[in-house]
């Protein structure tokens, strides 16, 4: 599938902020350094925001991420999904848009 969009903000590079991570078995927490809040997230929440910790990336490299670690596949639905999550978590301000 190949992923593209016509609107800019689907091509921003995302990093995540410097956060501080607390798990338990199914429950994450993540401290937000530069705002000092906290928020409880999900465990997929968990891996967008490592994986932009290590590698800042568009939604369509996020998507492509998630599928080869969880062996999913690249359809429409992960892509609407990983494009409301971004967005999710930059409102929480967890992630900033580098372009």
């Not at 995540?16 to 929440?45: C, F, K, M």
């Not at 925001?49 to 369509?60: M, N, W």
Request: net charge negative.
């Amino acid at each position: 599938m190949q992923l593209s969009g016509s609107c800019p903000a689907l091509s921003k590079t995302w990093k995540a902020e410097q956060l501080l991570w607390r798990s338990w078995t199914d429950e994450h927490i993540v401290y937000n350094v530069s705002s000092g809040n906290t928020h409880v997230i999900t465990p997929i929440a968990v891996k967008v925001l490592k994986f932009l910790q290590d590698i800042p990336s568009t939604r369509d490299q996020i998507a492509q991420h998630l599928v080869s670690e969880n062996g999913i596949d690249l359809d429409d639905e992960l892509v609407t999904y990983v494009e409301r999550l971004v967005a999710d978590l930059d409102k929480l301000g967890l992630v900033l848009p580098l372009s």
